[in-house]
């Protein structure tokens, strides 16, 4: 009853809150390019298009376009904010995740930035963004201007993220929960009963009293833990409650916390992995398995592959230059990508980069230093690598998936060692030392490169590996399993165990126990596109010397940290340091 009444009293706003009403605009003006009056508010920005946050820009109209975009707003900021501005500390930006790197700004000037635009790029894509406004920046009861320059590395673009908000600091800012674990990656190792100490940070000027609410959620649903405490917090105060989670399995874990209270409500969500290499999905190769990819080798070796190389003259500088290559892959088809090689002569260690589901590998997702060959693969079916294979996004996934010897991914693997073959074509290249990384897909691609071409890939370096224990997949995720799902009911003629023995062939799970190169993988903890779940899937069939990096916070989108982790790796592994 007094969580009812509670609730109605917020509603009817009887309650003081300290949460204020977002006073952005759903829709944004909205410009490709770059040009730095664009952050001035007296610029007009009358003529330029209208498109929504929340969404990239790839699916508003603007097809493959990678690099400078810019996002403008104007926003009315009414003069009785002002009061609660300064008490709390000003009004709070966020723009939720930006792929890949922004520099905001309001009124024209700087707000932040997230990330590193060119020459010296970085994704920020796995970063949120929480801009504070000082009130002394603030234009009360009058229109000010909010712009965002964002740059776009490779694959979708823009303001992708919710929320996206503008509002007075509250108590979403002011009352900090934290959970507290002894590991920051939040990975449980011993068998003990889990405690996580939740950390109450009270901001405000007013003390909070109210009721955490905790549920524990499994990999696949099931309620583990709900139980309720009691707590108060001084203003100014901080308190750590101890939330008993009890034995837990090996497995993933979502942990929501809601605080109740007359102030107002809060909730956070965090993750916590408990023993995740003691997670057992066994193999499920098919009898033919070996035979059948031994085929598709020999049917690969089969086909000239007519590489062919275009220099780049625009792209290249006095250290560095680029190419766009071509060559022919499985069944003859027609594959491109982009090549860096240091103009100093010389043997260079390479990277293999891999790429993402329906992404598109361009010139700026080249390694960008001087001291290694770099080469951005795309595909069959992506990127400019659509000439004879183009089944578009959604439906690759499904592409001949009724018949192993056709089905799209056989011929995307053999497309990567294809990549291998003219790495290794390569005077400049140091063949002994060959590195595969990928995120996501690209992920999945790193695996079978190393796995199916274990005797040239040196190292392996996949993050959030999708294409991953299948069955399992479509329990903990809603997509892809939801595309397959229709797939089925559209397709009632074909066997579903038909379409998994199909998966099986391409399950980066069964592939694993083939690679022989070291493997360093990263993870998301709150990654609900390929869950951390699956990625250990394969992981625990590797038989080699690996190590996994988590990131608590991180969804499908890895900090931008990642990058320079990634690099310091296999600079080390390569004797570079």
Same mark, same amino acid.
């Given at each position: 009853m007094r969580r009812n009444l509670l609730t109605l009293l917020l509603i009817v706003g009887l309650l003081p809150s300290l949460h204020s009403q977002n006073l952005l605009k759903f829709e944004w003006k909205f410009k490709t390019g770059d040009n730095s009056a664009w952050a001035w508010p007296e610029f007009d920005d009358s003529s330029w298009e209208t498109i929504e946050a929340g969404t990239d820009w790839e699916n508003q109209g603007h097809g493959t376009y990678d690099g400078f975009a810019w996002y403008?707003?104007?926003?009315?900021?009414p003069e009785d904010l002002k009061k609660m501005a300064l008490d709390n500390g000003g009004l709070v930006l966020r723009l939720a995740r930006i792929d890949d790197s922004d520099v905001t700004y309001f009124n024209g000037q700087?707000?932040?930035?997230?990330? @590193?635009? !060119?020459p010296e790029y970085e994704s920020g894509y @796995?970063? !949120?963004?929480?801009?504070?406004?000082p009130v002394d920046q603030i234009e009360w009861g009058q229109q000010n201007t909010i712009a965002v320059r964002v740059y776009d590395g490779g694959g979708g673009g823009g303001i992708v993220g919710d929320p996206v908000s503008l509002s007075v600091i509250g108590m979403e800012e002011l009352l900090v929960i934290t959970p507290l674990m002894e590991r920051e990656d939040h990975i449980v190792l011993n068998e003990e009963p889990v405690v996580v100490n939740l950390q109450v940070e009270n901001k405000m000027k007013q003390a909070v009293e109210g009721t955490l609410l905790v549920t524990a959620v499994s990999d696949f649903g099931k309620v583990i833990v709900d139980i309720a405490y009691e707590v108060k917090v001084r203003a100014g105060g901080t308190k750590e409650v101890p939330l008993e989670l009890g034995r837990l399995s090996p497995g993933f874990y979502n942990v929501s916390v809601l605080l109740e209270s007359e102030t107002g409500n809060k909730r956070v969500d965090f993750a916590l992995g408990v023993r995740p290499e003691e997670i057992v999905s066994p193999l499920d190769r098919q009898d033919d398995f070996d035979s059948y990819w031994m085929r598709a080798r020999r049917e690969l070796d089969a086909v000239d592959p007519q590489f062919k190389l275009i220099r780049q003259d625009k792209l290249c500088t006095a250290t560095r230059e680029i190419f766009l290559v071509e060559m022919r892959s499985l069944g003859n088809i027609l594959i491109r990508g982009w090549y860096m090689k240091p103009v100093k002569e010389g043997v260079y260690p390479a990277i293999l980069h891999v790429q993402g589901y329906g992404s598109t590998k361009v010139p700026q997702n080249l390694y960008q230093g001087d001291d290694m060959v770099s080469l951005a693969l795309n595909i069959r079916g992506h990127g400019n690598s659509q000439d004879n294979v183009n089944p578009g996004f959604p439906g690759y996934l499904q592409y001949h998936v009724d018949d192993k010897e056709l089905y799209v991914?056989?011929?995307?693997?053999?497309?990567?060692?294809?990549?291998?073959?003219f790495l290794f074509s390569r005077?400049?290249?140091d063949t002994s030392r060959v590195a595969v990384e990928g995120g996501s897909q690209g992920g999945a691609l790193s695996f079978a490169t190393a796995a199916l071409d274990n005797e040239r890939i040196d190292l392996c370096v996949p993050h959030v590996p999708f294409l991953s224990d299948f069955r399992d997949y479509f329990k903990v995720a809603g997509w892809p399993g939801g595309e397959f799902m229709q797939y089925f009911k559209d397709h009632p003629e074909i066997s579903e165990d038909e379409i998994y023995k199909t998966l099986s062939y391409i399950d980066i799970k069964n592939l694993a126990p083939w690679i022989k190169a070291p493997v360093l993988m990263s993870i998301g903890l709150v990654d609900q596109t390929c869950p951390p779940h699956t990625n250990f899937a394969a992981y625990n069939q590797l038989i080699v010397s690996k190590q996994y990096i988590a990131y608590p916070n991180a969804g499908h989108g890895l900090p931008g940290v990642y990058y320079n982790t990634m690099m310091d790796y296999i600079r080390e592994q390569f004797g570079m340091e």
């Open positions: 403008r707003q104007d926003v009315l900021i700087i707000l932040g930035s997230t990330g @590193g635009l !060119p @796995g970063d !949120p963004r929480v801009y504070t406004v991914y056989r011929g995307a693997y053999m497309d990567c060692v294809r990549a291998v073959d005077s400049e290249v």
